[in-house]
C-alpha cells in the first residue's frame, strides 16, 4: 500500500497498477487506494495537455486542430481495442492513460466548436425532432444490449460489459459533438 500512495502522489496509479498487474475487476483484492487510477489519468492531461495545445494554437488553424485531435482520439479508440483483442487485458485498457484519452480529446473537440456566446436561441423544429429520434434510437440500443448480451469475466456474467467491449460508449459521445455542430451550422 506504501506504494500505491506514493503512486498517487505523483499521479501515476494507473501505470503503477499496469505494471504490477493489478486486476481492476477483481472485487476482493484489498487497494483502497485504486480508485485513483483515474484521478491520476486526468491530471497526466491536466499537465500535459496545455503544452500541446499551446503549440498546436500557435502552429495550426483551429479547423486541423480539431481534425488532429479527432485523428488522436480514433488512434486511442483504435489501441484501446487493439490491445483488448490482441492481450485479453482489461485492466490495461481500463488503467492505460494512452487508451483513456479518446474521451478527454472528445471534450476538448466539442469546446473547440462550441461558441458558448454565439449560440443559437431558437432551434428548427427538424433539428430537434432529428436529435429526439437519434437519442431514442440511441437509448434503445443501449437498453437491448443491457438485457440481450452476456459475456463471462472470471466467471461472472457481466451484461454491460459489452458496450465496453464493442466500444460503443465513446462512439456513442460522438453524438454531442454532432449535436453541437448542427445547432451552430
Excluded at 466539442?110 to 437509448?139: E, N, R, T, Y
Amino acid at each position: 500500500m506504501k506504494r500505491d500512495a506514493i503512486a498517487a502522489i505523483f499521479y501515476v496509479s494507473n501505470w503503477w497498477y499496469i505494471s504490477q498487474n493489478v486486476d481492476y475487476f477483481n472485487q476482493f483484492a484489498i487497494e483502497p487506494l485504486k480508485h485513483l487510477w483515474s484521478l491520476a489519468i486526468e491530471e497526466q492531461f491536466y499537465l500535459l495537455f496545455p503544452l500541446v495545445i499551446t503549440f498546436l494554437l500557435h502552429r495550426f488553424k483551429p479547423r486541423n486542430i480539431i481534425q488532429t485531435l479527432f485523428i488522436v482520439s480514433l488512434i486511442s479508440l483504435g489501441l484501446m481495442i487493439v490491445i483488448h483483442f490482441i492481450t485479453g487485458d482489461n485492466s490495461r485498457v481500463y488503467f492505460g492513460t494512452d487508451t483513456r484519452l479518446q474521451t478527454l480529446l472528445l471534450g476538448c473537440i466539442l469546446a473547440f466548436i462550441w461558441p458558448p456566446f454565439a449560440l443559437k436561441k431558437d432551434i428548427s423544429k427538424k433539428i430537434v425532432v432529428s436529435l429526439d429520434i437519434i437519442g431514442i434510437s440511441g437509448f434503445a440500443v443501449l437498453m437491448t444490449l443491457f438485457f440481450i448480451v452476456e459475456t463471462k469475466i472470471n466467471g461472472y456474467i457481466m451484461e454491460d460489459f459489452t458496450l465496453y467491449h464493442l466500444q460503443l460508449y465513446s462512439l456513442l459521445r460522438l453524438r454531442y459533438i454532432l449535436l453541437v455542430y448542427l445547432l451552430n451550422f
